[in-house]
């Protein structure tokens, strides 16, 4: 059951700008799935689904991972549209973004796969991004400045 309704959220988001997990359970009790909160919660977690703008003020979520077809190009799109600015501290990297940008961009900075990223925490607009050295933690700016200018 869990597999047949992760594709119906797939393709519910797919063909519809879903704002909140309110949303998205309300889809799916229409298509006839019995869901909480909770379930879509979880749900939400484990298809790795991040809102993006999806302009006039509104977002919406988007399945970053697709085993079908390389994202590469999406993740720095992503990573471009949520930049805002970023700080060194250390060897933690902090990262503003665009408001309700946060999860995306730290999902995108997962998926890219930087060897000097340990892990990341978001919030709203802001992400810690755990560094294994300063001098990686120098390197991986200097990555995405290259990433965001292209």
Do not use: W
Not at 24 to 44: H, K, N, P, Y
Not at 98 to 125: H, R, T, Y
């Amino acid at each position: 059951m869990k597999k047949v309704r992760h594709k119906k959220i797939l393709e519910i988001i797919e063909k519809q700008n879903v704002e909140t997990q309110e949303e998205l359970a309300a889809c799916l009790r229409e298509e006839g799935f019995a869901v909480t909160q909770a379930t879509v919660s979880r749900d939400i977690r484990e298809l790795k689904l991040s809102k993006v703008s999806a302009g006039g003020g509104r977002q919406k979520y988007i399945a970053l991972k697709q085993s079908d077809r390389p994202l590469g190009d999406k993740y720095v799109r992503v990573l471009r549209d949520g930049f805002h600015s970023m700080e060194m501290a250390q060897n933690i990297l902090v990262m503003k973004t665009v408001s309700g940008m946060a999860m995306a961009v730290a999902a995108a900075i997962d998926s890219l796969q930087f060897p000097e990223v340990v892990g990341c925490i978001a919030g709203d607009d802001t992400i810690m991004i755990a560094v294994r050295t300063v001098e990686d933690t120098e390197r991986l700016m200097g990555r995405i400045r290259e990433m965001i200018d292209r």
